[in-house]
């Protein structure tokens, strides 16, 4: 009889971590002193979904990570990972994080520190397959506190996924990393993500969000500024660039053409921002202004990123 | 826990600081002082220069591989934020503490034990088997407050600060607590000092044992309130020295 409560009780609370979000920050403030780091910040991520958050320096992006983990506690709001405390969740090998800083521990090599790891986990990923993603093998016998800045970071991400966990969180994974051991992390990264994983992680990378983010959450001043796919985004507040030179180009106002939200002019060359490039270049041809070396660019996060920053900035 | 332990116990075989001042410099320093000062002669009812410099260096050893599994690497997984990562496992801090403390004690023995090896061989020194046993599990036993004072030192000091502020502690009550120059030369006032510490009391279980007298009571007091202050800073300390900034 009470086995089957034991069962039953297990069951009912494996299913509800299935039916939750991932993650639920609501009103989550955090003040250092008189620093206020993170402001109201209100966030839910869905299950499998892969967000990227991203912002400046000081925009609150550690901060937020490590609240997610348990390590901080906000100063008022509620977290929820899976429905439950972010500690508890780490208990439960709910959670995986890869943090920023964190020198290696002395004296221990790399295949014996993937024992520990794996062992303390209740359904950990198979060694040889773990070895695989995070590319090991060939360093295995190396000790942790021998190994370059790319190693250490291969290391920590099998540290993050040891466990197998459902929720992994990223504090820029790959900021000590070379192009190439960037690409193949984000490989790596990415058949994790596939698996049904949900991922979370700040990078300071723009192109790493375009590529490898369903969402982007961009957060300035310890408050969300924007968040959506990619494409809304771009359609939203990047809209595209029209570059061209011109040598009569101060005769004319751009912002009366169609879509145009504001230009930018050095010498003889011409930036339109317009959120409508069809339009506004029919307004071009069809205008008297003369013009050469047209080119059309799609509006990238870097763009969004530098007005956002140039707003905060002028307030 | 054991996983944790297991992993500790990797780190103090590979750990140079550990075989070479817990291990090696006791068995060395046994050989230069016996040789020069052991076979003395002693009154009766004292013991050989060879026994208690036995005792001495087999304490002074297990202390240090009581400090050196505890506070360094305390100090240094601080500073450079490895606690963090400790905290992201599925094993609460208070088993790592524990767990750190247990590999810390348990090779505080083989270092000892080589010690007594080391006197049997070199000088020939005997004692009947029981006195061997009780002189063995007592001295150990007065070696453990050290895992906690390492613990204390590793929260007190940054990894850059941590092996020289050690050191210096360790070899100052080292040298206070009789370990280096017997007691019996020591200035009346120092002896004073050192009876009240940890280090000398941890020796005198021995220096009894060895010359078949039951040790004192105050030896135990004064190793058991050094063993609860220490405890005790602990306590306060750990909630501040493993918080994430």
Same mark, same amino acid.
């Given at each position: 009889?009470?086995?089957?409560?034991?069962?039953?009780?297990?069951?009912?609370?494996?299913?509800?971590?299935?039916?939750?979000?991932?993650?639920?920050?609501?009103?989550?403030?955090?003040?250092?002193?008189?620093?206020?780091?993170?402001?109201?910040?209100?966030?839910?991520?869905?299950?499998?979904?892969?967000?990227?958050?991203?912002?400046?320096?000081?925009?609150?992006?550690?901060?937020?990570?490590?609240?997610?983990?348990?390590?901080?506690?906000?100063?008022?709001?509620?977290?929820?990972?899976?429905?439950?405390?972010?500690?508890?969740?780490?208990?439960?090998?709910?959670?995986?994080?890869?943090?920023?800083?964190?020198?290696?521990?002395?004296?221990?090599?790399?295949?014996?520190?993937?024992?520990?790891?794996?062992?303390?986990?209740?359904?950990?990923?198979?060694?040889?397959?773990?070895?695989?993603?995070?590319?090991?093998?060939?360093?295995?016998?190396?000790?942790?506190?021998?190994?370059?800045?790319?190693?250490?970071?291969?290391?920590?991400?099998?540290?993050?996924?040891?466990?197998?966990?459902?929720?992994?969180?990223?504090?820029?994974?790959?900021?000590?990393?070379?192009?190439?051991?960037?690409?193949?992390?984000?490989?790596?990264?990415?058949?994790?993500?596939?698996?049904?994983?949900?991922?979370?992680?700040?990078?300071?990378?723009?192109?790493?969000?375009?590529?490898?983010?369903?969402?982007?959450?961009?957060?300035?001043?310890?408050?969300?500024?924007?968040?959506?796919?990619?494409?809304?985004?771009?359609?939203?507040?990047?809209?595209?660039?029209?570059?061209?030179?011109?040598?009569?180009?101060?005769d004319f106002d751009f912002t009366q053409f169609p879509g145009v939200q504001r230009y930018e002019k050095q010498n003889q060359r011409i930036t339109l921002h317009t959120t409508d490039a069809d339009s506004t270049i029919q307004?071009?041809?069809?205008?008297?202004?003369?013009?050469?070396?047209?080119?059309?660019?799609?509006?990238?996060?870097?763009?969004?990123?530098?007005?956002?920053?140039?707003?905060?900035?002028?307030? | 826990?054991?996983?944790?332990?297991?992993?500790?116990?990797?780190?103090?075989?590979?750990?140079?600081?550990?075989?070479?001042?817990?291990?090696?410099?006791?068995?060395?320093?046994?050989?230069?002082?016996?040789?020069?000062?052991?076979?003395?002669?002693?009154?009766?009812?004292?013991?050989?220069? $060879?026994?208690?410099?036995?005792?001495?260096?087999?304490?002074?050893?297990?202390?240090?591989?009581?400090?050196?599994?505890?506070?360094?690497?305390?100090?240094?997984?601080?500073?450079?934020?490895?606690?963090?990562?400790?905290?992201?496992?599925?094993?609460?801090?208070?088993?790592?503490?524990?767990?750190?403390?247990?590999?810390?004690?348990?090779?505080?023995?083989?270092?000892?034990?080589?010690?007594?090896?080391?006197?049997?061989?070199?000088?020939?020194?005997?004692?009947?088997?029981?006195?061997?046993?009780?002189?063995?599990?007592?001295?150990?036993?007065?070696?453990?407050?050290?895992?906690?004072?390492?613990?204390?030192?590793?929260?007190?000091? $940054?990894?850059?600060?941590?092996?020289?502020?050690?050191?210096?502690?360790?070899?100052?009550?080292?040298?206070?607590?009789?370990?280096?120059?017997?007691?019996?030369?020591?200035?009346?006032?120092?002896?004073?000092?050192?009876?009240?510490?940890?280090?000398?009391?941890?020796? $005198?279980?021995?220096?009894?044992?060895? $010359?078949?007298?039951?040790?004192?009571?105050?030896?135990?007091?004064?190793?058991?309130?050094?063993?609860?202050?220490?405890?005790?800073?602990?306590?306060?300390?750990?909630?501040?020295?493993?918080?994430?900034?």
């Amino acid at each position: 009889m009470s086995d089957v409560f034991v069962a039953s009780d297990h069951f009912a609370h494996a299913s509800k971590i299935l039916q939750e979000d991932a993650v639920t920050m609501s009103n989550i403030s955090k003040s250092f002193g008189a620093t206020q780091a993170v402001d109201g910040l209100q966030l839910t991520i869905k299950r499998g979904e892969t967000v990227a958050l991203l912002g400046p320096n000081g925009a609150g992006k550690t901060t937020t990570i490590n609240m997610l983990l348990g390590l901080l506690s906000p100063s008022s709001g509620s977290i929820q990972i899976f429905g439950i405390e972010p500690k508890k969740a780490i208990q439960h090998s709910l959670v995986g994080a890869m943090l920023q800083e964190g020198k290696m521990i002395q004296g221990i090599r790399v295949g014996e520190f993937l024992d520990f790891i794996r062992n303390i986990h209740p359904t950990p990923l198979e060694k040889s397959a773990l070895m695989d993603i995070a590319g090991l093998h060939e360093i295995a016998n190396r000790r942790l506190d021998r190994l370059s800045g790319g190693q250490s970071q291969r290391v920590k991400f099998a540290m993050a996924i040891a466990g197998n966990p459902d929720l992994l969180l990223l504090d820029e994974p790959t900021s000590a990393m070379d192009v190439e051991s960037r690409r193949e992390f984000w490989t790596s990264m990415r058949s994790y993500a596939d698996a049904g994983h949900t991922i979370l992680f700040a990078t300071h990378y723009l192109e790493e969000a375009e590529a490898f983010a369903s969402r982007v959450v961009i957060i300035h001043s310890g408050r969300i500024a924007i968040d959506g796919t990619i494409q809304d985004i771009q359609q939203q507040y990047g809209g595209k660039q029209m570059i061209f030179t011109s040598s009569d180009a101060s005769d004319f106002d751009f912002t009366q053409f169609p879509g145009v939200q504001r230009y930018e002019k050095q010498n003889q060359r011409i930036t339109l921002h317009t959120t409508d490039a069809d339009s506004t270049i029919q307004a071009l041809i069809t205008s008297r202004c003369s013009w050469q070396d047209i080119t059309i660019t799609k509006g990238n996060l870097e763009n969004i990123f530098l007005s956002l920053i140039h707003k905060g900035a002028a307030q | 826990m054991k996983e944790y332990i297991r992993l500790e116990s990797l780190r103090t075989v590979r750990d140079p600081l550990y075989s070479t001042i817990a291990v090696i410099a006791p068995i060395g320093f046994y050989l230069l002082f016996a040789g020069l000062f052991g076979s003395s002669p002693h009154e009766p009812g004292t013991l050989s220069g $060879n026994i208690e410099i036995m005792v001495s260096m087999a304490v002074f050893g297990g202390i240090w591989s009581c400090l050196v599994a505890t506070s360094p690497r305390i100090a240094f997984e601080r500073s450079n934020g490895w606690t963090k990562h400790l905290q992201l496992l599925p094993i609460p801090l208070r088993s790592i503490l524990i767990g750190r403390m247990i590999v810390a004690i348990v090779f505080a023995l083989p270092a000892m034990i080589l010690v007594y090896l080391t006197a049997v061989i070199a000088h020939g020194v005997s004692l009947p088997a029981h006195l061997w046993i009780a002189m063995a599990l007592l001295m150990w036993i007065g070696v453990w407050p050290f895992a906690i004072l390492g613990v204390v030192l590793g929260y007190l000091t $940054n990894s850059e600060a941590s092996f020289g502020v050690t050191f210096g502690i360790y070899q100052v009550i080292s040298a206070l607590g009789g370990l280096w120059v017997p007691p019996a030369i020591l200035p009346e006032s120092i002896l004073r000092i050192g009876k009240l510490l940890p280090t000398y009391q941890a020796a $005198n279980l021995g220096w009894h044992i060895a $010359n078949n007298q039951f040790p004192t009571w105050y030896s135990a007091w004064i190793l058991l309130m050094w063993a609860v202050i220490f405890a005790i800073i602990v306590i306060l300390m750990a909630p501040k020295a493993t918080k994430i900034q």
